[in-house]
Structures are given as structure tokens and as C-alpha cells.
């Protein structure tokens, strides 16, 4: 029994369909074709209320199926897309996504805490609807009656479709009960008549109890497309098999099905009159004239493929769909694991090879070594999100918020194709939020105030993506009044956080805004203000290896940039020494390497003119002995660069790239700073990470007059 | 007959969850040597069934029925019933005629 596989997939694919129809709602003000983006949104509902109906979640379905009433009303035209409406849709979007919420969470039924939630959506859904729901459906079963076309030629008199099912033997295992679809038909339409056919079940000594052998023949009476009918039997249709015969279809199309069907023709046919899709007479009058079939009954095994044949149309488009597959995120780490240790074999081999001075084995070892690369950057690139889809889920955020706090603001977005590891867009997703509803609250002024300030009335946060050294930067920025200095620095006295007096750099004082419990929000608001947040975003950041800053000009704006590594698991790194220990930098940090020099008695050097702070690696790491006698005057400084800043580490010997595994560091050196992780090298010892980013706070911490220098320079 | 007629109880289910165990449950209603003197299936008990409970319900009608044997299927609790009319099975619940 593999229900919860069934019903996992189903849960993804309806909080995939409503990121959709989300997306589409928020856009289909600007769409150029309307009519297509509501025809999307109708689809979507439409495809959650059917899978929902096969798991048996009424609740979901029940509510899904007045928003689908709505769209369809919407879809002909009869209400009009308004502001208001799209408003409704996207809280009723919510709520379906809170009942998807529940039942991830185990919870298949309403409470009534649901319950009371829907209930002032479905009420204003029905305003529209402008009938009481149950009326309405009364009203489209008798319009289904009433539209009988002219019929062609040898077409049957049956006003009804015509559904055939043999269930496959597979079906009860596989966690669907027959009954669920049957049910689920009957919110297309109504069923006017049924015969269950039970003669393929064997005799009781052969029967296994847990295998389906039900069939069904079905008179149904809707005006749905076949489409949607057959789109009922989706997740069956691979091991089923499903016929769907229009109303009025020749009685040929009747009669190969006969065919078709196991067992004797007579009483194939008779199922067809019992279910009332056939007459007698039309039954007798198509089956004489032809001679029955020597070998009418289908095998087991013929079963699928008949099944697939028919279903042609629908599978051809279904593989166009799915260019793209679903793969465990698990599997895809496990395989980062993998690409990990086959690294780091690599470079066992290539460290062996070279000392043996095997010139074979040498060239050998460096064609491995390439083609690890390139796994490993395929590898690494499966997970490679773009950002876009992020990004996308903000206007969603914003049009909400705006709504909330009664402002006029749009957002921009701009670099949705910058690419990063997905395990780094899940966290970011949630202080990414913080920090534009930040922006909409405190940022944006009002619209009065706009005006008087001569900016435009409409407000507009922006969100920036781009690659810079090994990192992907994230700006959030807003066109509002900027924080206030003076008023940062006041609460920042008040609270204790700074001495009376002390002179700050101004990214210092904007720095402070991120402190726990810092707010200088003059009302509160439930959206922020609250000073609980903004150090909660920091130390998220900080969590993924990552920085965050912030710029302001009064009256102009202020953007918060985010700083995040590439990936999580495998950089590009550079390897120098210090005595017998050996550490990695990763080398897009890496600006340049240089020789050693020093302006006497200062710790910073000149570099082509300016000035360049450095730490020298073994006093700052406490490493013991001093350096060998031969490198003694063959130091070198490696120049690394972050966030636009720069930096020197005093090494003793530069060893060259490596292919850096990043395993993390225990709890226990969790404390230690200036390290990120550990590697192992081809020789099987450890190196550590050098952190770059904290590195380079060190660097202006030690020599704060330098970094003076620095910024004069 | 000479063995007094007796009602099988089903209690509870009657799902995929719990069809090996009905089916054997309902074992004597399947022997072509007899039903043991079951003449009928009582429903009343039955909290939910599916297509797993509705196919066995079947073949005890079609075993019975070769056999030449009553079996009335007896006092069809909600669920069942409710599955029964959806299916149009009513005249499961009768000898054939």
C-alpha cells in the first residue's frame, strides 16, 4: 500500500498549482490575454478538486468546488475579474493551502476551526455566484438534458456518455478504491445508469482479496468535455482500463467496444441497455449484422497497452509537459555526497601519480581529475534554482501588504535568472520576506508624504539578483525616506547598545538596526515594528555562510544587500600553509597573490599605491614555531576581496587549487571563528576553511586606523 | 436442511485494509461443500466498505447462487447502503432471479 506516496504527490502538485494560479492572479491585471490566464486558473481549481475528490477530501473539494463555480462564471464572462475578486481568490487560494497544510500535516477532515475559516470565503464567493451553490448545480444537471444536438447518421439516441472501466488488479494496492472515482464522477455530472461487473472475479480459491477485479459500465449524464471526463480517471489510467464514448456516437464506436471487453458480446451488450445507453433495438440491430469475433477476449497483459492507445492524445501531451522530473531531494544530496568523496579520491590518486613520476599515470590521473571537475559541476548544478520563482512569490507579498498598510507600491524584480543551490533559496525565502514587508512598512512613507516630497505617489520596493566572487548578492531596496541617523543612534543610546558620543561610520549606525530588539518603528504595526525580526533575519543570513548590509540615503531610499555563498558543499579553493598546517581559501575570494612587504612597523603594506591591511595568519591562529629558514624571506600575501572590501593573509607557502569538499565542523568548534568548515586532502589530512567574510572584519577590527586609510584612499 | 440457518456477522470495515481477513472470515460462504448452514451475511455492523468488501460480497451472490443455496445479505448498515445505491448493487442484496 503506497496511499501516502500517492497522497504526497498529491500534496505537492496542489501547492504547485496554487503557487500558479497565484502567480497568474497576480498578473492577469497586465496579461495581455485575459482569457487564457483565466482559463489557467479555472483549470488549476479544477485539477485540485479532482485529485482532492480522489483521495476522498471532501472539505476540499467542497470548498475548491465553489471556487470553480466562481471561475466558471468568470470564465464566460458573466462577473468581471475585478480587484476585489482577485483579492477573494488569493485569500481562498490560502485557505486551500491551509487545508493542504492540514492534511500534510495527518489531518484528512475538516475541524471546525476550518470549517470557520472557509465559511466567510465561500460566503462572499457565493455573492457572486449570486444563487445559493446547490442551486446552481441543480440548474447546469438540467441544462445538460436540454442540449441535444442534431444526430448524425447511425448515431445512438442515448443522450449520455458512455464510460467503460476495468479497474486493474493493481489499483486497491496501489491505495485508490474504484469507489472514490465513482463518487468523484458523480460531481460532474449525474449518473444515470450503472452495472458493476463482477464476473472477471475467479473462483474463490484463486481470488486474492486484495487485487481489484471490478469493472463498471457507466451511463453518465454531463456536459463536461470529454477531457475532464477522462482527466477523472487520471491517476488510474495507467494500469485501467477506461473508455469514454460521447453521447450520439456512431454504434460502432459502442459496438468495438463490445468487442473490446472480455467475455461473451450478448452480455457485454446487455450491460450497455441495463445501464440505459443503448437500446435493445440498437444493441440487436448492430450486433447481427456483423459476425462476432473469433477472438474477442483480451488478455491481462494486453490491458495496459489498449489502455495507453487509448489515451493516446492526452499522453502525448502529458510528455511534453513534463520536460522535467521530480527527483528526491535526498537522492540529489546523496549524490552531492558522493561527487564529494569521488573529489576527494581524486585527488588522492593525482597526489600518488605525481610522486611516483609516472608519466602515464600522470596523464591518466589528470584526465580523472578533469572529468571530476566536470561531474562535479553538474552535479552541483542540478541544484541550481534560479531565484526567479522566489522573487515571483513576492508580488504576491507585496500586493497583500500594500492592501494591508493602504499604500500604493509596486515591486520591481530584476535578475530572476541568477542562479543558486536550492537548500540556500529555501532559507532565504522567509527573511527575504521580513525584510521587503520592512521595507513597505517603515520604508515607504505615506502617500501624502510622497507628494509633498515631489516623489511619485506609488511606492516601489525592488528585488536585485547577481553573481559577485563566489557569492550571490540579493538587494532589497525601496524608494522611501531612509533611515533616520540620528534617530538609530539615540535608540541605540538609549538601549545601551553605544556609548554617548562614540563616533560611528554610518554603516555602523545602520548596522544597529539589526540588533535584537532594536526598533525605532514610531507606531507599531502588526507587520513589523515590533523589533523582533531584523536580528532574527541577520542571524539566518549569517547561518548560510552568508552577510548582510545595509546603505541609505535620506529621502532617497534604502537597500539591504545579501550576501549568500553559491553552494553549500563544494568550492574551488586555494591552498597555503602556515608551518605544518595547511588551509583553504576559497579561491573566487582570491584577488591576487603577492610577495611579502610591509611598511616598517605597521601591519599593512602597499599595494600599487594603496593601502592594505594584514593579518599575518600565524599570530592571528596562534600557530607554534616559527617559519622554516628557507621560506623565511619567501613569505606571500594572499589579497582577498569581500563585499567591494580587501585584505591581506600572511602565508608561508602557496600550494596551488584544490577541489574543496566543505565538511562541517563539529558543534564543539561551532564557537570558533574565522573558520567555516574542514576539508580532506588528497594526503588524507585535514585542512580547515579559512572564512573569508569574518577574515576580513578581523583585518579592519586589528587595524582600524589603516581601514581609515583605506577608505581615504 | 437439517443444520440450523445462522447469520455471519461483519463488524467493523470491510476495506482493503482488512480484505484477507474477511475473505477468510467468510470462507464457509466460498466452500462448494457447504456454507456451513450461513444463510445470511448480517451488514449492520459494517462501518465502511470499498470495493475490496463489495467484490467479496459478490462472489458469495455468485457461489451461492451456482450452488443453489440462499443467502440474503441482511439489514445493510448506512455505509453499505449508501455504496450499494451508488453502484446500483440492490439486487446483490436478493437471490437472483
Redesign the interface.
Known amino acids: 500500500?503506497n496511499l501516502d506516496q500517492a497522497l504526497l504527490t498529491f500534496i505537492a502538485e496542489c501547492r504547485e498549482l496554487l503557487e500558479d494560479v497565484e502567480t497568474t492572479l497576480l498578473s492577469v491585471e497586465q496579461s495581455a490575454d485575459r482569457n487564457e490566464a483565466v482559463n489557467a486558473i479555472f483549470r488549476a481549481a479544477h485539477t485540485i478538486k479532482g485529485s482532492a475528490g480522489l483521495f476522498g477530501l471532501d472539505h476540499v473539494v467542497e470548498f475548491t468546488h465553489v471556487v470553480e463555480s466562481v471561475l466558471d462564471e468568470v470564465r464566460d464572462g458573466r462577473i468581471a475579474l475585478a480587484e476585489e475578486l482577485v483579492a477573494l481568490l488569493l485569500s481562498c487560494c490560502d485557505h486551500i493551502g491551509g487545508l493542504v497544510d492540514a492534511i500534510a500535516a495527518g489531518q484528512l477532515e475538516a475541524d471546525a476551526e476550518m470549517t470557520r475559516r472557509g465559511e466567510p470565503l465561500t460566503g462572499q464567493l457565493r455573492v457572486y455566484l449570486g444563487t445559493p451553490v446547490a442551486a446552481a448545480v441543480a440548474s447546469t444537471a438540467a441544462q445538460t438534458q436540454t442540449s441535444a444536438k442534431p444526430l448524425a447518421e447511425g448515431a445512438v439516441a442515448g443522450a449520455n456518455w458512455h464510460i467503460s472501466l476495468r479497474?486493474g488488479p493493481d489499483v486497491?494496492?496501489n491505495g485508490m478504491?474504484?469507489?472514490s472515482f465513482?463518487?468523484y464522477l458523480?460531481t460532474l455530472g449525474s449518473?444515470a445508469?450503472?452495472?458493476?461487473v463482477?464476473e472477471a472475479?475467479p473462483a474463490?480459491?484463486e481470488?486474492d482479496?486484495?487485487s481489484?477485479?471490478?469493472g463498471?459500465e457507466i451511463a453518465f449524464a454531463s456536459d463536461a468535455q470529454q477531457a475532464a471526463i477522462e482527466n477523472v480517471f487520471e491517476f488510474v489510467r495507467e494500469d485501467c482500463r477506461i473508455c469514454v464514448i460521447a453521447p450520439h456516437s456512431p454504434i460502432g464506436a459502442y459496438l468495438e467496444l463490445i468487442e473490446q471487453l472480455p467475455g461473451d458480446n450478448q452480455t457485454t451488450g446487455a450491460m450497455l441497455v441495463q445501464c440505459g445507453t443503448l437500446t435493445a433495438a440498437e444493441l440487436a440491430a448492430g450486433l447481427h449484422p456483423r459476425p462476432a469475433p473469433a477472438a474477442a477476449i483480451v488478455t491481462d497483459a494486453a490491458l495496459p497497452l489498449q489502455a495507453a492507445e487509448a489515451q493516446k492524445p492526452g499522453k502525448e501531451a502529458k510528455s511534453q509537459e513534463s520536460r522535467s522530473i521530480r527527483v528526491d531531494a535526498d537522492k540529489l544530496d546523496q549524490l552531492i555526497n558522493l561527487v564529494g568523496e569521488l573529489v576527494i579520491a581524486g585527488a588522492r590518486t593525482d597526489l600518488l601519480a605525481r610522486r611516483m613520476r609516472n608519466a602515464e599515470l600522470h596523464e591518466c590521473a589528470s584526465t580523472l581529475a578533469n572529468l571530476v571537475e566536470e561531474v562535479r559541476d553538474s552535479a552541483l548544478q542540478l541544484r541550481m534554482v534560479k531565484i526567479g520563482a522566489t522573487f515571483s512569490r513576492f508580488q504576491r507579498v507585496v500586493h497583500d501588504v500594500a492592501r494591508e498598510l493602504g499604500k500604493d507600491i509596486v515591486l520591481t524584480v530584476s535578475g530572476e535568472d541568477t542562479e543558486l543551490d536550492k537548500t540556500v533559496v529555501e532559507k532565504i525565502a522567509d527573511p527575504l520576506t521580513h525584510l521587503v514587508r520592512n521595507s513597505m512598512d517603515h520604508g515607504i512613507e505615506p502617500a501624502e508624504v510622497r507628494a509633498a516630497r515631489g516623489k511619485p505617489v506609488r511606492g516601489t520596493v525592488s528585488l536585485n539578483a547577481y553573481h559577485d566572487s563566489g557569492t550571490i548578492v540579493i538587494e532589497v531596496s525601496d524608494d522611501g525616506g531612509g533611515l533616520n541617523r540620528e534617530k538609530i543612534l539615540a535608540k541605540a543610546a538609549e538601549r545601551g547598545l553605544i556609548a554617548a558620543g562614540q563616533a560611528l561610520s554610518d554603516s555602523e549606525v545602520y548596522g544597529l538596526i539589526f540588533e535584537p530588539g532594536f526598533s525605532t518603528a514610531e507606531k507599531i504595526t502588526n507587520l513589523s515594528g515590533r523589533g523582533v525580526g531584523m536580528d532574527v533575519v541577520k542571524r539566518n543570513i549569517t547561518a548560510l555562510r552568508g552577510t548582510v548590509g545595509i546603505s541609505s540615503r535620506p529621502g532617497a531610499g534604502t537597500t539591504v544587500t545579501v550576501r549568500l555563498p553559491l553552494t553549500l558543499a563544494i568550492i574551488d579553493g586555494f591552498l597555503v600553509s602556515v608551518g605544518d598546517s595547511t588551509f583553504v581559501v576559497p579561491l573566487d575570494m582570491i584577488e591576487e597573490c603577492v610577495e611579502f612587504s610591509a611598511e616598517s612597523g605597521h601591519e599593512y603594506t602597499n599595494l600599487r599605491g594603496q593601502v592594505l591591511p594584514f593579518i599575518r595568519l600565524r599570530e592571528f591562529l596562534e600557530i607554534e614555531g616559527g617559519p622554516a629558514a628557507e621560506s623565511r624571506h619567501r613569505e606571500s600575501i594572499v589579497v582577498i576581496k569581500y563585499a567591494g572590501r580587501k585584505a591581506g593573509l600572511v602565508v608561508d607557502a602557496l600550494l596551488g587549487e584544490f577541489q574543496t569538499v566543505i565538511k562541517p565542523l563539529g558543534r564543539m568548534f561551532s564557537q570558533v571563528s574565522c573558520i567555516s568548515g574542514s576539508t580532506i586532502l588528497g594526503s588524507g589530512e585535514v585542512a580547515l576553511i579559512l572564512d573569508v567574510p569574518a577574515l576580513v572584519g578581523a583585518v579592519e577590527a586589528a587595524g582600524g586606523a589603516p581601514q581609515k586609510m583605506l577608505k581615504a584612499a | 436442511m437439517s443444520t440450523p440457518t445462522q447469520a455471519l456477522r461483519i463488524e467493523g470495515e470491510m476495506t482493503i485494509y482488512r480484505a484477507a481477513e474477511l475473505k477468510q472470515q467468510m470462507q464457509p460462504l466460498f466452500d462448494a461443500a457447504g456454507s456451513g448452514g450461513i444463510d445470511s451475511i448480517d451488514l449492520s455492523g459494517v462501518t465502511e466498505i470499498d470495493c475490496s468488501g463489495v467484490q467479496l460480497l459478490l462472489l458469495a451472490r455468485r457461489n451461492a447462487d451456482a450452488a443453489g443455496r440462499a443467502l440474503r445479505l441482511a439489514v445493510p448498515s448506512a455505509a453499505v447502503a449508501e455504496v450499494f445505491a451508488l453502484l446500483n448493487l440492490g439486487a446483490l442484496a436478493a437471490p437472483a432471479a
Open positions: 500500500m479497474f486497491m494496492r478504491d474504484p469507489l465513482i463518487r458523480s449518473i445508469g450503472i452495472v458493476t463482477g472475479i474463490a480459491d481470488m482479496a486484495e481489484c477485479y471490478l463498471f
